[in-house]
């Protein structure tokens, strides 16, 4: 395949990107890796007919992870975090963990926009992708940081309010 080098550079890259992408959208981690490799997969057997390779990936991994939820949703199982993962020495861990867990507060639509925000896409590019106006793509990442405001607000007061942003 000519393009060989060029696609495992790109997994090299995206793979971690596209896992974290998912977990901002509520997904496991398991779940997360399992649909990522998926996606990286397929992408390789089309990967000369892909044009914007990120944004299939993350449409992709989603579709597959979002599949993958509803499966578990119809079985009644509900996988358990590794508790390996926490202590692997992964920096930062903790950190994503609570974003993760905040976004998961969110709707739906709010956090998968915000999700594809915070990857780095702009509201028009979301937009395209999500079918959707630029208008409701601004509207939901608007609600989405009050939410998550309040959110942290909520926590500051929980806490006893000595904490700083």
């Known amino acids: 395949m ?3 080098a060029d696609f495992d550079d790109f997994f090299r890259a ?3 990107l596209l896992v974290g992408f998912l ?12 649909a990522a490799q998926e996606a990286m997969t397929k992408a390789l057997a089309l990967w000369d007919g892909i044009t914007h390779r990120k944004a299939w990936v993350r449409k992709a991994g989603l579709r597959i992870a979002n599949e993958h939820r509803r499966r578990q ?4 199982w509900t996988p358990q975090e590794d508790p390996a993962a926490a202590a692997n020495g992964s920096a930062g861990y903790e950190e994503r963990e609570l974003i993760v867990q905040a976004l998961s507060r969110l709707p739906s639509r709010q956090r998968e ?3 594809w925000y915070i990857d780095g896409y702009s509201t028009e590019e979301i ?6 106006r630029v208008s409701t793509v ?4 608007r609600h989405a940081r009050k939410r998550l ?3 942290h607000a909520q926590l500051r007061e929980t806490e006893g309010g000595d904490h700083d942003d």
Request: aromatic share 2%; hydrophobic share 30%.
């Open 2 to 4: 000519s393009d060989r």
């Open 14 to 16: 995206d793979f971690p």
């Open 23 to 34: 977990r901002k959208h509520g997904h496991d981690r398991a779940t997360a890796e399992d």
């Open 73 to 76: 949703e119809r079985e009644d």
């Open 113 to 115: 926009v915000l999700a």
């Open 127 to 132: 937009a395209a992708l999500l079918s959707t």
């Open 138 to 141: 601004r509207s939901n990442l």
């Open 149 to 151: 405001d309040d959110l």
